[in-house]
């Protein structure tokens, strides 16, 4: 039998630091490209836009195309990337998971790499493969490419708002009750663990949750934030899927996008969902409490998000990978989980 050889693409370019935005022309001519698309998130252009075009002009780029375009929407999207100027050597996302899905895809679809500069830290997207899009008017997960670059300002995460500082936080936290269902599936012969993902994603969160977390906005937490949240797009890219950073806390989050009247920022849902299972898996919950404490993560939500919702969530869950077997798809596990939103004295402070 041949052997399976999965070939592993990681990031060329990683620039996580102060000043990054005004020096990308310099870090984009370093990789060798000279003619670019940009593509900015709603609003970042009339914040950032001025210096960024400066420094990449002044690094001897061409700039073939640039505009502000959030629109992820496969059909117009399909159209955008095959309307790129035939010249285009790299393209460049600007913003949040929109904007960042859009140069995900047209680089995917054009064979182009991709530069990914996130201005906040709220989930792993803008390290990974996969992509977020709208087909037939719902969100799907989609596969696409890992990005070329990354390149992120710690002075520009830092001015983040709290909501999206906080995601981050939520979806960072989240990998540790994901590699127990991931390691739950190959127990129960419904899945195969790749050991090198599985240490990735833990070291993802370990090097952050033992930090001092007196405060979220310092250089050196949202530093480590960044590069926890870039190893968590590795180790699935390593892994060839997302089983080692979402887990029945990711399900739970996505049942609450279809149920709830006002869903909240993905990040937000799954860091109340990775406690919630930390618990029903019995699994480093002191750690996962301590954290989500010590951060403010707890005192930011509360009173956003519905015990109700969550428990028909719950509910829910299982149907939504049916290709999955976590402890969300345990019974018993469900009925627990419904338990402890009645029973557990932080969950009943948090949710209403």
């Not at 050889?5 to 990681?10: F, G, K, L, Q, Y």
């Not at 390149?151 to 590699?179: E, R, W």
């Not at 969530?313 to 019974?331: C, E, M, Q, Y």
């Amino acid at each position: 039998m041949k052997a399976f050889t999965h070939r592993v693409a990681i990031p060329s370019i990683l620039e996580v630091g102060r000043g990054n935005l005004l020096n990308i022309g310099t870090h984009i001519a370093n990789a060798g490209f000279k003619n670019i698309v940009l593509f900015f998130g709603e609003g970042i252009f009339d914040l950032f836009g001025a210096g960024i075009i400066q420094s990449i002009e002044q690094a001897g780029i061409r700039i073939l195309e640039q505009q502000e375009y959030d629109d992820i929407d496969v059909c117009r999207l399909t159209e955008k990337a095959f309307s790129l100027p035939v010249e285009a050597e790299l393209i460049v996302g600007i913003g949040g998971g929109k904007v960042i899905d859009v140069a995900k895809y047209i680089g995917f679809l054009n064979g182009l790499p991709y530069i990914s500069v996130p201005t906040s830290p709220s989930n792993d997207g803008f390290s990974s493969s996969g992509c977020s899009l709208l087909i037939g008017g719902r969100r799907r997960s989609v596969p696409a490419k890992m990005p070329f670059g990354i390149i992120v300002d710690i002075d520009v995460v830092k001015s983040a708002p709290d909501n999206l500082l906080y995601s981050g936080i939520g979806d960072l936290i989240s990998k540790i009750t994901a590699v127990y269902d991931w390691r739950f599936e190959e127990e129960n012969g419904k899945g195969k663990v790749d050991d090198f993902a599985v240490m990735i994603a833990k070291k993802s969160v370990n090097s952050i949750v033992r930090m001092d977390l007196g405060n979220i906005r310092a250089d050196l937490f949202l530093k480590e934030l960044v590069d926890s949240l870039t190893l968590s797009g590795i180790a699935m890219e390593i892994a060839g899927n997302s089983a080692p950073a979402s887990g029945s806390e990711h399900l739970i989050s996505h049942g609450l996008d279809k149920l709830a009247k006002q869903p909240q920022q993905h990040g937000l849902q799954v860091g109340v969902a990775t406690y919630l299972m930390s618990k029903v898996q019995n699994y480093r919950y002191p750690r996962v409490k301590k954290f989500l404490m010590e951060t403010g993560f707890f005192a930011h939500v509360k009173g956003k998000m519905s015990a109700g919702d969550f428990e028909r969530a719950i509910d829910l869950a299982p149907s939504l990978k049916p290709g999955r077997f976590t402890a969300i798809h345990v019974p018993e596990n469900r009925d627990l989980a419904k338990r402890l939103l009645r029973e557990d004295e932080i969950l009943r402070e948090i949710l209403v």
